[in-house]
Each structure stands twice: as C-alpha cells, then as structure tokens.
C-alpha cells in the first residue's frame, strides 16, 4: 500500500517550517518519530539526509529524505491521497492561488520574522521589521478575506496550505508579542486574521505541538542569537 | 486592448530576457500550448500587469481566460494541473509514494535553482572585489551540486516520453547567462561542471527552448546596460 513505512521528522521544536508538517501530519492521523536537531551541533542523519542545504524539517518515509518545507506538505498529500484532509485543493486555479500566498508567507512574514527577531540589531531596526510585519499582514488579511469566502480558514472549512504555513510562525509570534507588548496579528489593525490565529491556535492541528511559551522561545531566541554571534550558524 | 486579452486563453505577461518568463513559454511550447506573448516595458508597467500582480508587481503573469497565475514555478505546475492532457513537466501522481518522491525530488530542485542561481547570477555581474570572488566560488559550486544530480543522465528527468522536466525548464534559462557568468566570473562552465555543459547543449538543439532563450551575446549586452545603468563599471 503506498505510504507504508516507518515516519521519522527531523525537526526543532520552535521551528515553523517544521511546525507546519507536524501539523499536517497531525491532521492526517500519520504517526511519527519525531527528532529532535540541536541548532548548533547537527545529527549525521540530518547532514546525511540534506546534505545541499542542511536544515530542518526533514521528512524521512521509510528512510528515503523529504527536504524543504512546503515541498513536505505536498508529498504528504501525495503519497496518503486517501488520508484526508488534503493539504491543497484540488482545482487547478485554486492549488495556484494556495501555492501563491504559502510563497507570500515565506517571503515577506518570514523575512519579517527575522529581522524582529535575529536581525535588529537596535530598537529603530526592529521597529522597522515590525513594520515590514505589519505590511505583509495587512495584505494576508485581505487574502484570507479572499481566499476564505466567509469560512473559518484560508482553505475554506478546513485547514489548508496557508493556515499551516502561516500557522507555524505563531509559536514565535507569541514571543514577539512578550517582546514589544502587543500582538503582532494586531485585532485593531487585521481583525479577520486575529479571529482565523486564535481559531487555529484552538485547532486539534495545533494542539500538543504549537509553542505557546513565550519565556521558552526567547531563550531559544537568545541561544541561536548566541551561536549566530559565535558564527557557529548563520542568522 | 483588454478585452482582446480576455478572449486569448493564455497570455504572458514577460519580459525578453526574463530567465523566469522564458521558463513558462518553453513549458507552454513543449505542452504545444498557443499563448499570446506581451513585452512589458517595466520602467511603465501597464495596467493589466498591475491590476493582475498587484502584490509583487512582477512579471512573468499568466492570464488564462483573464484569470492570473504569478510565480513562474507556481506557473509551471498550474499549466500542468490545468492541462493533464498535454506532456507533463512532473512526474505525473499516481498512488504510489515512488511517484510523490519522484515530485518532491523535482520540487526540491526546482526550488534549489530559484533561491540560489539568479541571485548569485546578480552578485557576480555587479559586485568587485572579494564579493564577486565569494560570488564566483559559489557559482561553482552551485554549478557542480546541479551537475551532481544530473549526473549521468541527460536530462534532470520525469518529462514525459523521457523530453524536458519541471527541473530542466527551471534551469534551462539561465544556461543563456552561463557565458556571462564565465565572463564576469573568470571561469569556464565547460572545466568546473562539463556534464551540465553538455546538457545545456543538448537542451539548446530542442525547438521550445532554441526558439525562446536569447542568445547568450544579447544577455551580456543587456547586462552590460544595467551595469553601466548601476554605475558598476
């Protein structure tokens, strides 16, 4: 039966690309092994398995190496197509418009992201990179206006690409928020993706592997901080 | 103007030298797919682009019956979605994992030549100096990671009928910059990757991509204009 086959993610606990496939993985009722990979000290197996660009997640099926986020996601779908929920739809247009804002995402809140977490370097810069954030919200919020159509998720009733490549980034979120005092899905600013974050935070998806403590992440924030100095990883 | 537009089924929104709108006409002429080609002037962008990109502002866009599809690899995959009955750039899903790893491998290195050529491309045209030398050695080895998964085959593969794949049409533009960056880098793509040489030569004698890739003198002309244009010298 295709699909067999033992699931090992390599993967960080903080991470919200790895965060993405846990929750698709979780969303299918896929049992998995999950390994945990020290930020500055990699496992062989991780090297061995994505030895061009060395980085979590990896998916391995029965041993064979799944790399690169959405490029995970994606397989999921394809190699369980009878495991519901698919992760993309099915129409053509639709799957481009999907493929076209999980991209979004990972351009310009994942730039964002980093810039007011590991990249600022003082307070203007990283008032600079909260206001990149809040650009790129406000244009989700109207894709998730678009793309929703009244329903609770960007994929419609139920989660989709969007919602867990989106989703994987509010672990560090709620950090964000202990960092400058507000939420950064601001409720005033982007009401309809302030109501669709707390409706995934509640998700099973979610639940058991979405960070929510904010004091945990900011250590881990400053551990990775630290190595980036050390130049042991670069940031 | 517009409504001529509406009633083509496929148009381009491109630009000539474009490496990423050339990924999509090849796709559509290996697909035998008619599509009405527009040269954007992207120092005026008009209007349809910007109404149908509004996010990026960016070309390649394709309309198909006025609808758009932005992102030149999200392209790809829609024309092969939208189209199942003409040859597919992916190894088609079936419901094998065998299949959906064959995919993922493709989607993997696609991805691969997006993050890491046109950038490095970029670094080397327009930098001096120890950058364009840090540029340069990761060109190679961008080069020689490409030529490793290549390997002996003769092309990246899961095209059908064994033609062009999603990797093949991802890379294949930028062969038409391999003698910029040999110019600008001081290198021969020839010594440090010769397998990936003779691909580039091999896709070049194909009819989609001979009709669609500039030749590579015009690339270097045209880089030559925006150096003198970014006062790089």
């Known amino acids: ?235 | 103007m517009a409504a001529a537009a509406e009633e083509k089924e496929l148009v381009l929104l491109d630009f000539w030298v474009s490496p990423f709108g050339q990924r999509c006409r090849i796709a559509m002429a290996e697909k035998g797919l008619e599509f009405e080609y527009r040269e954007e002037d992207l120092g005026n962008k008009s209007d349809l682009l910007l109404r149908s990109n509004p996010v990026h502002k960016k070309i390649p866009v394709l309309l198909h019956a006025g609808r758009p599809v932005c992102e030149s690899l999200i392209i790809l995959q829609y024309l092969d979605d939208a189209f199942p009955d003409t040859p597919h750039l992916l190894p088609p899903a079936n419901s094998s994992s065998d299949a959906a790893y064959a995919r993922a491998r493709a989607r993997f290195w696609a991805d691969y030549v997006d993050k890491k050529l046109y950038d490095c491309g970029s670094r080397l045209w327009r930098l001096k100096g120890e950058p364009q030398a840090a540029a340069r050695r990761e060109m190679v080895e961008i080069l020689r990671t490409l030529e490793a998964e290549l390997g002996d085959g003769e092309f990246f593969g899961g095209g059908e009928g064994g033609r062009l794949g999603f990797v093949d049409v991802a890379l294949v533009p930028f062969t038409a910059w391999f003698y910029s960056y040999e110019r600008c880098g001081g290198f021969s793509v020839e010594e440090v990757a010769p397998k990936l040489a003779a691909w580039a030569r091999r896709c070049g004698q194909i009819d989609s991509v001979a009709k669609h890739l500039p030749s590579p003198e015009k690339v270097y002309d045209f880089i030559a204009v925006l150096k003198k244009k970014y006062g790089v010298e």
Request: net charge negative.
């Open chain 1, 1 to 235: 039966m295709a699909g067999d086959g033992e699931l090992k993610l390599l993967g960080m606990w903080t991470s919200a690309f790895v965060l993405r496939v846990r929750f698709v993985l979780n969303l299918k009722s896929l049992p998995y092994e999950f390994v945990e990979e020290n930020l500055g000290d990699k496992s062989d197996l991780l090297l061995a398995s994505n030895p061009v660009n060395k980085t979590v997640p990896v998916l391995l099926h029965a041993g064979r190496p799944v790399n690169e986020s959405q490029v995970i996601l994606q397989y999921i779908d394809e190699a369980w197509p009878d495991r519901s929920p698919a992760v993309l739809p099915s129409d053509p247009y639709e799957r481009a418009v999907a493929r076209f804002w999980a991209a979004y995402v990972d351009d310009k809140v994942r730039l964002a992201w980093l810039g007011i977490l590991f990249r600022s370097k003082t307070e203007e810069e990283r008032a600079a990179a909260v206001a990149q954030a809040d650009a790129a919200l406000e244009t989700l919020e109207s894709a998730f206006r678009e793309c929703s159509k009244g329903k609770p998720f960007f994929g419609g009733d139920g989660i989709g690409l969007v919602d867990v490549v989106l989703g994987g980034y509010l672990g560090w979120f709620t950090a964000i928020k202990k960092l400058i005092g507000r939420r950064l899905i601001d409720p005033a600013r982007t009401p309809a993706l302030a109501a669709w974050e707390d409706r995934f935070r509640a998700t099973e998806a979610a639940r058991g592997v979405l960070p929510d403590d904010a004091d945990k992440m900011l250590e881990f924030r400053q551990t990775a901080l630290d190595l980036g100095a050390s130049k042991k990883i670069t940031l």
